[in-house]
Structure formats: C-alpha cells, structure tokens
C-alpha cells in the first residue's frame, strides 16, 4: 500500500514537469480577431428621376394691339386685359447630383392644362360708326418649363430652388358684336419666356420622394395672328402674359446607388 501511494506521487508530479513542455508544443494561443466594423449605410439624392404632377394656376394677360386690326386706319383700339385660371397636370423627368449637402440638377417638365378666362375688346369703327364691345376669351392649354436645379439637403428633406426658360401654348377667341360689320376670329400660338421657382422635396423611401413646388413665368410682349373662320381677314394684336403655378408632385429615383456607403 505504502508503495502505491508514493507511486501515485510520482506519477502526478512527473504530470506536472511534462505539461509546459506539451503546450509548447502546440505553439502560442491562437489570435482571435475582432470582426470589422460594419458599413454606415446613409440617404444621397443622386440619380436620375422620373415622375408626375397635379396642381393648379392663375395669370394675367394683357392686349395692346387693335383686336379688330383689319380696320388699322379706321379703328381706335382701347387696352383689354384679363386673368385666367384653373388647373394643370403633367410629368418630369431630371437628373442631379449631392455634393455633401449641396444638391444640383437640371429638370424638364411639360404639362396638359385648362388656365381660362375671359372679358371684353372694345373698339369704335370710324366708318361703320360706333361698335359695342366684342368678348375676348383665352386658355392655356399647356406650359412646360427646361431649368437647373440647386438645393440644400437636409437629410431626406431637399430645399431647392430653380430657374430656365419656359412654354406655353394658348388659343385665344374674338367674338364679333356685329357680325354683319365684323367676322369672329381665333388664333393659337406656342410662346417662349423665363421662369423661376422654388420647392420642398421629401424622400419617404429611398427611391420614393414627394415635392410642392411653385413657378413664375413670364412671357414678354408678341404679336399674335388672328384669322376669322373663313380665312378671308387677318389681323394682328399684341399680348403680354404672366403666370403663377403651384404643383404637387411624385418622383421615383434610379441610377446611380439609391443610398451611399460610408465605412
């Protein structure tokens, strides 16, 4: 008994002496290696977009010419003037770029609209003695605009403002008060002019934003052809117009990376 015991001693302890020398063997501990940090995902309105608005708009369109021009030398022409208003809608298409906080673009849109409104065109006929006033009435069926972009962006919220040229096209109505003395006529033109306007823009999802956006456009003085129905007389005006559009809008965002990475 006595020799077992001292036997066990032995064997522990020789355990012992040979337990560094077996870990050596086996080399230093592993390195265990902290995963990387993960990358910081974050909102750019970079790319490029397509999308489509509604909203409405009022203006003023002056006449200065002699509405009844085929009479040049026997007619005083008297200034009409009168406002227009109703509702537009259309699309856009654009591209733009986020430098940091700064965003800047270029934008074109086009719109179907119903802007009308009506009042009276005076004038006397020195030959044909005096004539009562004639009904003038005009609509803008469609406006466009081609303009650069520039905003600020907050996170997903876009300040911009923009500024280029701009369309419209308008058809516009004499109505004789006599038409044994003086045909009824009409006219149609497509004008060109500048505009400037400001919005807010909102990204609800990374490729989803929805914007509110106001417009003025002003188109200078032209001189606008009118024709009575059978073609026989012809005569010319001139008309000066402005516009103010507000519009709500939709656009959906592709192209470049919907949002950035940041490691």
């Not at 066990?8 to 265990?32: E, F, K, M, Q, T």
């Not at 650069?148 to 907050?154: D, K, Q, Y």
């Not at 996170?155 to 516009?172: E, F, H, I, S």
Request: glycine share 14%.
């Amino acid at each position: 008994m006595k020799r077992l015991t001292v036997a066990s001693i032995g064997v522990i302890a020789l355990a012992a002496a040979l337990r560094p020398a077996a870990a050596a063997d086996y080399g230093p501990p592993p390195v265990v290696y902290a995963p990387p940090a993960p990358a910081v995902v974050y909102f750019t309105w970079t790319g490029f977009y397509l999308g489509a608005h509604a909203g409405g708009g009022f203006g003023r369109k002056n006449e200065t010419g002699a509405p009844y021009g085929f009479f040049a030398d026997t007619i005083t022409p008297a200034p009409a003037g009168f406002d227009v208003n109703g509702w537009l809608a259309g699309g856009q298409i654009g591209a733009q770029y986020q430098a940091g906080s700064v965003v800047f673009g270029v934008e074109a849109d086009a719109s179907g609209a119903n802007l009308t409104g009506s009042g009276s065109c005076t004038s006397t006929s020195l030959l044909n003695g005096p004539l009562p006033p004639g009904g003038c009435s005009a609509k803008v069926v469609g406006v466009g605009t081609v303009a650069g972009r520039l905003g600020v962006a907050l996170d997903r919220v876009l300040v911009y403002g923009k500024g280029g040229v701009a369309w419209a096209n308008d058809q516009y109505n004499l109505t004789s008060p006599n038409l044994a003395l003086l045909p009824a006529f009409s006219g149609n033109e497509t004008r060109f002019g500048w505009m400037v306007g400001a919005g807010v823009e909102y990204a609800f999802f990374d490729n989803w934003s929805a914007k509110v956006e106001y417009n003025y456009l002003d188109f200078h003085t032209s001189t606008l052809q009118f024709a009575d129905t059978t073609q026989t007389f012809i005569l010319n005006t001139s008309i000066q117009q402005q516009l103010h559009l507000v519009k709500v809008g939709l656009n959906y965002r592709w192209g470049w990376a919907p949002v950035g990475i940041r490691y």
